[in-house]
């Protein structure tokens, strides 16, 4: 990993954690697979810390102009999907 996840400075050590954890796991979603219901877990805390679809859209895309990982389409396939894990190529 050469790369760096988008973080605010005015976030608590849990808040960032949680930012980290999630996009960890959309990281995951392209590489391996991932738990669905541990990824639509980890996006809840995410949204709980960025309630704005502005700032989530600038995450995103802070995340994959950095990593080159879409985090909408692992996020879009977890909520649409019943599968027990996300896998996205």
Same mark, same amino acid.
């Given at each position: 990993? %050469? #790369?760096? #996840? ?15 954890? =999630? =996009? ?5 979603? #392209? ?15 995410? @949204? ?5 679809? %502005?700032?989530?859209?600038?995450? =995103?895309?802070?995340?994959? @102009? %950095? ?8 996020? @879009? $396939?977890?909520?649409?999907?019943? $599968?027990?894990?996300? @896998?996205?190529?």
């Amino acid at each position: 990993m %050469s #790369y760096h #996840y988008p973080l605010d400075e005015s976030w608590s050590k849990e808040e960032i954690i949680d930012v980290v954890n =999630f =996009f960890a796991l959309v990281e995951q979603a #392209y590489e391996q697979h991932v738990k669905r219901e541990e990824l639509l877990a980890a996006y809840r805390k995410f @949204k709980r810390i960025v309630p704005s679809k %502005s700032e989530e859209k600038t995450y =995103f895309a802070d995340f994959e @102009k %950095s990593s080159g990982y879409a985090s909408y389409p692992v996020v @879009k $396939q977890a909520r649409e999907s019943e $599968q027990k894990t996300i @896998k996205l190529d």
